[in-house]
Structure formats: C-alpha cells, structure tokens
C-alpha cells in the first residue's frame, strides 16, 4: 500500500499510522528473508498457523511491435512514482488497461512535471470497464481521456502507437463481450507507455512455499481462505487477485476469525455490539482525517461512503461487490445475522457482463444466485433468479424455485410502508412506482386502473370527462365508468381529472446533437446550409465517442420524457463510433423508460465507400439484436430499428444498392433527410438526372415503413410517389427555421404528415405550435386540427413497426399515455382541442409519463437520480467540444 497507492489517494501517514498501530499492539516485521523460504521451515521455526499475504506484484505487460523503450509496468512506475523519483514521461502519456491501477497510472501520471495529457485505452467499451464507477470519475475529473475500442499493436521510437481499432463480438463463457479485431488502425503521438494490466500474484514463489494451486493457477483455498495445508492461509489480493483494500482486510479478519475460534478465543464476530454497528458511530471514532480523499461536500454522503468502507470488510467476501462495474452487487446491513453485511443483486443495474462470476472465489455466479431486488414485473417472471418484487400491495416473492406473494390487506402501499434497504437501492432504469402495479393473480397479470381521468385524443377528436382507463399489464383493456366495481382486485390511481393522452411520438430527433446547446467550439462562419453542416454538424458527429453517446443519449431521453413524449424516432450518425453506436444508444433508452427507434445514417462523406459500408452493418447488426431481444423476451419491447441514411447527396448509387438489400434483409424501413436544402435537389439532378425520390424508388426503398425527414423542396412527382406508396414525410419547423433553408409549402398535399424536431429537443407541444404559426405565417392553408393530426400521425409509425396498436384510448391499444395537469379557463372540447394546444396547454403542464404500462416519470419526478447523469453530461459535453475543436 505504502509503495504503490499514490499519496492523493490515500496519504502516506495514514498508512504509516495502520502500521505503527499494528506494532504497538506487539506485532514484529521481519525484513529481508530468503525468498527460498518455505511453509514447512515456518512451521519448523514453531510458528502453528502460517498467513500468506503477498499480493499481486507481477505485471504480465503488452506484447508491443516496434523499438520505442519508453514503456513501464503500472506497479514498478507506481512504486518510482512513491519515492518520489524524478520521471522523465513527456507531454504524452497513455495508459492501457481500464482497472483501477490503470485510474491511478493515468492519474498519477498527469501529476509527473511535463506531462500534459494522459489518455487510458482500452479494448473493450465503457460498459464492460472493470474499474469502479468513482475511479472512473475522479480521473475524468482529474482530466484523463479514454480511447475505448482501441488495442495497441506497435510502439515505434518515432513515438508513433498504432491502436487496433476493435468492435464487441458475442459474449465469452464469462458472459462479457468479446473484443473482435476490425481492418483499422488509428495513430497517437505519445512519448511513454504504461501497460496497467495482467496484475498476478508471483505463483514461483507460491509453488516454492509449498502452496497448493487450482487449475487456473490461485491458491486452492476454503471459505476462511484456509489452503489445503492445514493452519495455512491465503489473505489480501493473493487469495484471487486485485482488488480494494477493504476487501483484502476482509479476508484477513475471515482468517484470523478461524484461527482464533480454534484456540477457543472469543473474537468480535459474536459481539453484539459489532455486528450491530450504526455507521454514524463509525464516523465518528474515525474522525476526520481523511475526508479529503472524497469528491463531494455532502456531509451525509460522505459518511455513507466511509461507513460502507469500514464495515464492508466485516466477514464477508464482497467480491462480486467490488468487481461490478455497474454496482449492480450491493452489501446491506441486516441486523440479527451472523454475517451482518448480505449481498444483494440489483435486476435493473445488471448486464450480465460476468465479471463477478469470474472472480467469484467459491465459483458462483452472484448475478444469478444472489437474492435479487427486480424493478419491473416482466424481469421477475422472465427470471430464475431467488429474490423479490415490490408491488403496490404485496410483495411477490420467489425462493428455491418456489413463487408466492405476500399481500397486505388494507390498500395501503407495501412502498409506503418499505423504509429499509429500499431506501439505499439507486435505480437509473426506472422501477414501477406504487401507482403503476398491483398485486394481479399469479402468472404475472398486473391491473392497474386510472381514476377519474378527463380522457383526451386528438384525432380523432375526442374527450371524455370523469371516466377511468383500465390498464392490463402494457394494454389497455376497458374505459369507462367505475371500473373499480367491474376489475375489485386492481390497483388504481385517481387522477384528479387530468388529461389522459395516448403518447406523443416525435418523429425526427438526432439525440446524437443533445450535448451541443452552448456549444463553445470554434465553429468556422456558416452562411448557408452546407457550410452549417461542414463546419458544425459534421465536426460534432466526429468528435463523439462511447461516452458522449451515452450520456447524450440519457439526456435526450430524460427530456423526451419531461416534455410528454413517450417515443421518439431518432436517426444517428457518429463516423468515428460506428459499430456498436447504435447498442449505446438502445442502453440510454432502456435505463430511462423511452420507446424508440434508431438508425445509423449511412454516408459516404468522410470514408467513402468504406465508411458507407460500416454505416449498414451496423444497421444490419442492430436489426438482428433487436429480433434476437424480441426472441428472447427477456426485457420489454421498448426498441427498434430502420435503415438509415444521410440524404441523398452523400449517398452514391452503390450506397443505395447495400440500402435495399439491408431493408430487404431486415423487414425494416427507410429514415433518410431528402430536400431539406435546394442543395440535395441540384445535386441529384446534375449527377443522376432524377429527382430525389424518384432515385430512392430505383432501388425500391420508399414503401409503407419509409420515413423522409423534411422534403421542403420536393417535387409534385415526387410527393405523388411518396402519397402512393403509402411513406411518411416528417416535417421539422424549427429546425428549417433555425437553418433558413426555407419553408415546405406543400404540406397540405401529404397524405402522412408527422412532426418531429430534428433534433431541438423532444418538446412536441412546442414543435406542433410553430409549425401552426411558421404555416400560417407563410400563408399556408391549415388549422390547428391539421397539425394535430399530423402529431398523432407519430403513433401510426409506431404502430406499423412495432406491430401493435398506438395511438387511442381504446380496448387493445398500447399503454402508452401522457398525462398532464391542465386547468383549462374555457370549455375542453372534441372541436377545439387542438386549439388549446396550439394557443394554451405546453410541456410544463406533464405531470406524469407511461410507457408500455410503466410510469416512468411521476408527478413530474424520475425514480433515480438524475442530477449525477446531468453532471457526468456535462464533463463528456467539455471533452467533445475539446475533440471538436482537434478536427479539420
């Protein structure tokens, strides 16, 4: 610890202070003995028992090409770095490896004099890096950059690191993500390596001590950590391999329990006091000293974290706690056990990555035989796993492959009532609130009824007042009057008359853009359309890696559902991130609640045909995953895929040919811009002689499941076509304003007519409202109703690619609906209710959100916490903007 465990993160006279404790209380160190010694000698010396706690100090390195010598191991740079040795590293530093010594190199790295930049790669994705999340944060906050899917290959003397850039394969038997080799290489600059991988325990010097190995080369030890030696014991990292040092106190304290119960000496695990410890109390005898280390200043939060520290330790593995990357493992304190501290598997934060089936010391599978706490009804019944579910009423519960539930008979919430570990479980995938579920009969039947809502669609035109909205897991079944008299064992919520919609879809979104608003790039003059997308679009598209995907992705996501929308159609582009780009993005969705659908925008414009062919695998690619999902069944059907494309002009006719054969492969449709600047047209006719739609119809890609973004410029032919083959134009006013390209002055001429933003959020309230006045303004022919139709038009597509019904509130259609607070000062009618919407009612008045018969947002709150999402968007957001600002 004193060598390798850089002093920012813990400070030397701490350690030094454990030290002098263990000393004062008679301990003695022996330096300097023969490496040659064995157990046996030990034993002959007089010792009885015989702990064995050497750590993991070998590094297996990278296999490197090329002559350049300036490479280190993490823990011999980590051990000069200590002493204070004066490193020579250059302004360039990059790191490989994504564990938690690869977080302290990088970090202590930027802290070496002449060092600027320090840059971790790794070959697999954010989602599979092993190093805890607050390691991972504090070197982002420290300035450490992350090159995911990237594996080094040849270092050469001129400084140059050739990086493998890699893609994810199918899982291995661990269940994490294979990394697969693509044909491209990118270059760095960089002036040293640290190579922050293959920590292993010195298994000659194991052997030479007598210590019996497993298979896979780690002591063969028992619960105690006792080996198959008798009084012999593997205690701290040796025992299987890296991790905190609480743990490693941990396996101690398990050993030298064993070996104190055999001279019959009482140790503290009997003590009532101790296993009934309040963490405060624990604060308190710590004191302050070290309260530095933490990035934060709440107090309360502060001692959270202390506390687990301390009491992790207490007797219990904990390992597949700390190897989790998504914290999806958990200790929690329950009182009355020997074992104080029990583990327990959240569903919603877990994805099977495998990573602590593999360092499991007993050859578990924790994510699967842990007790496990499910957020959503579908995850418990399509689970083997022991554990529970909250519902309104009852608790369902399963155990050795037994189900029951256990329901409380007054209708008060069992939620309500809930005041423990519940509290302490942090969900970024929405779980059901008390509203949203009710103890249905056994089979997983969930009832839920909404009461005396004020029912409102907007085409057809219809509101009904006071009525209820009976819901049947993700449908909905009835509505009507005194539904609580026809379905007595559903749960219900009043509604206090609020407008009940069917969700409002938006049609056309990039949440690829949802990190730009106050973009402070230098971003080159742009007078016109073209240069707006050169100077801007395309250099944002570039800069955007796995990270600002995501967290853009969340937030667009959490603001889509803020604003009402239940669905948002998106079309992506991230030339630099392509394959997998669009998995990242299905994950944002998923952790927030939102149904969408994705696309990568094929293009030829920065990689030529290369590039046109990334773009529809992955296309490709995410279509089988969402059929194989579908298949599965293992989650809710929340996600799907077209096809997508750019626009016309940056994709050539061989670009179109591998189009029609992806929508044939699939079954999907076509996304694509088309005429959103008279630029596309010009082009179109001057290289091809056609007009646009007319060339996507060459090669059949305009059928009842296309959708054409924009199309301001389209001619009368090419409208006709679209109206015949039954495809969907999405008009995006703010966005054509923002760009003045212009105005579509053939509205009224579309038989499918949606709405969506292009991305200018995922507020329709406000889309549909100014693209009433920017029409009107332009002397255009339609009213409200029109554009309320054309809102409603979003559901239509939903229906025809999810295969179900969206869009009324009706027996049979899906349980996605929009709720709002509305106090209207005129009457609400089916003649006027596109008119309070185009002059009154705005997304501020969305109180709640279903989707799929979930509340995700309720009374206008998100069930986890999203001011840690927001503040990680901002630290990608910064990061982005600086890439930006290193591209032509």
């Known amino acids: 610890m004193k060598n390798i465990i850089p002093q920012f993160r813990i400070p030397a006279e701490l350690i030094q202070h454990d030290i002098d404790f263990v000393a004062d209380h008679g301990v003695k160190f022996e330096y300097g003995c023969s490496p040659d010694l064995t157990v046996e000698q030990l034993k002959n010396q007089g010792f009885h028992y015989v702990l064995i706690a050497t750590g993991t100090d070998k590094n297996s390195g990278v296999k490197l090409a090329g002559d350049n010598q300036n490479v280190w191991k993490s823990l011999p740079f980590l051990r000069e770095y200590n002493k204070g040795t004066a490193l020579k590293l250059g302004k360039h530093v990059v790191v490989v490896g994504a564990g938690n010594t690869a977080m302290d190199c990088a970090r202590a790295a930027l802290r070496v004099p002449g060092v600027e930049k320090a840059t971790i790669v790794y070959r697999r994705s954010l989602q599979e890096m092993p190093a805890w999340r607050e390691e991972y944060e504090e070197a982002l906050h420290d300035g450490v950059e992350f090159r995911f899917l990237n594996n080094p290959e040849r270092f050469d003397a001129d400084g140059t690191l050739t990086l493998r850039v890699m893609s994810l394969g199918e899982p291995d038997e661990k ?23 293959g920590e292993q325990q010195d298994t000659e010097a194991l052997n030479a001590m007598g210590v019996p190995l497993d ?17 012999v014991f593997m205690i701290g990292d040796v025992q299987r391999g890296p991790s905190s040092i609480v743990a490693a106190v941990g396996t ?25 410890v309040n963490p405060a109390e624990i604060y308190q005898r710590k004191g302050d000293i070290s309260i530095t280390l933490v990035n934060s200043d709440d107090r309360d939060a502060f001692v959270a974290q202390e506390a687990a520290r301390c009491l992790e330790c207490n007797y219990v593995c904990s390992k597949c706690v700390d190897v989790c990357p998504n914290r999806a493992n958990v200790s ?51 689970s083997s796993n022991p554990g529970f579910l909250v519902e309104d009423c009852r608790v369902r519960v399963r155990l050795n492959n037994q189900s ?77 009057d005194a539904l609580t008299q026809r379905y007595p064992d559903a749960s219900y919520k009043e509604m206090h008359g609020r407008i009940v919609m069917p969700g409002i879809v938006c049609s056309h979104n990039h949440f690829y853009s949802g990190l730009s608003r106050g973009i402070m790039a ?11 997308l050169k100077n801007l679009w395309w250099r944002l598209d570039r800069a955007l890696d796995e990270e600002s995907l995501y967290y853009s992705g969340l937030i667009c996501s959490l603001e889509a559902i803020k604003s009402g929308c239940t669905s948002v159609i998106d079309h992506h582009a991230s030339p630099a991130y392509i394959g997998g780009s669009l998995s990242t993005l299905r994950d944002a969705f998923l952790k927030v609640g939102l149904r969408a659908m994705t696309c990568f925008e094929t293009t030829d414009r920065n990689n030529g045909i290369k590039e046109l062919q990334e773009g529809v695998e992955e296309n490709i690619r995410f279509a089988r995953q969402i059929d194989e999902a579908k298949k599965a069944a293992t989650e809710p059907y929340l996600v799907e895929a077209h096809i997508g494309a750019h626009a016309p002009f940056t994709v050539p006719d061989a670009g179109l040919e591998m189009l029609h054969e992806a929508v044939k492969a699939t079954g999907r449709g076509l996304h694509i811009h088309a005429a959103e600047d008279l630029y596309d047209v010009s082009y179109s006719h001057h290289w091809y002689g056609k007009d646009l739609l007319a060339r996507l119809a060459q090669f059949d890609l305009i ?3 296309t959708l054409v973004a924009h199309g301001l410029y389209l001619s009368k032919d090419d409208i006709a076509l679209l109206n015949q083959r039954d495809a969907f134009l999405v008009h995006n006013a703010r966005s054509n304003m923002n760009n003045h390209v212009g105005y579509n002055h053939h509205l009224s001429d579309i038989r499918n007519l949606a709405l969506g933003t292009d991305g200018i959020g995922s507020d329709m309230f406000e889309e549909m409202k100014f693209a009433f006045f920017k029409h009107r303004d332009a002397g255009g022919p339609l009213w409200p109703d029109s554009f309320a139709k054309a809102l409603t038009n979003g559901n239509e597509l939903m229906s025809r690619n999810f295969g179900a019904k969206f869009g009324l509130l009706e027996a049979g259609y899906k349980a996605d609906l929009t709720i709002c607070d509305y106090n209207s000062p005129t009457p609400l009618l089916a003649d006027n209710i596109a008119g309070h919407i185009a002059f009154g009612m705005g997304s501020g008045s969305v109180h709640s959100v279903m989707v799929n018969g979930v509340m995700v947002y309720e009374d206008r709150q998100f069930n986890f916490d999203c001011d840690s999402i927001y503040a990680q968007a901002r630290k990608a957001a910064a990061s982005m903007w600086r890439r930006m600002d290193a591209l032509a």
């Open 404 to 480: 029951w539930g256990v329901k409380h008979r007054q209708r008060r919430s069992v939620q309500q009532r809930t005041t423990g570990a519940e509290r302490y479980v942090p969900h970024h995938q929405p779980c059901p609130p008390a509203s949203s579920l009710s103890a249905g009969p056994r089979g997983g039947v969930i009832m839920l009824i909404l009461k005396n809502v004020t029912a409102v669609q907007l085409h057809p035109a219809k509101v009904q007042e006071g009525v209820d909205i009976a819901i049947e897991n993700d449908v909905i079944v009835a509505i009507g």
């Open 522 to 532: 230098n971003i080159a003059p742009c007078p016109d359309f073209i240069s707006t």
């Open 252 to 276: 101690a304290r398990r050993a030298t329990d064993a070996i104190l119960s055999r001279e019959n000496i009482r140790s503290h695990q009997n003590d009532k006091y101790w296993n009934n």
């Open 215 to 231: 298979k896979n080369g780690w002591p063969d030890v028992d619960h105690n950590g006792e080996t198959r030696l008798t009084d």
């Open 332 to 382: 929690i304190a329950v009182p009355g056990f020997q074992n104080r501290f029990q583990t327990l598997h959240l569903d919603a934060y877990c994805n099977e990555c495998g990573n602590c089936a593999q360092f499991c010391p007993w050859n578990g599978k924790p994510y699967k035989d842990k007790i496990t706490v499910f957020s959503l009804a579908q995850d418990f019944d399509n």
């Open 703 to 705: 059928d009842s499941k």
């Open 175 to 197: 269940g994490r993500r294979r990394p697969v080799e693509t044909n491209e290489t990118v270059t760095l600059h960089v002036d040293s390596l640290i190579t922050a991988i």
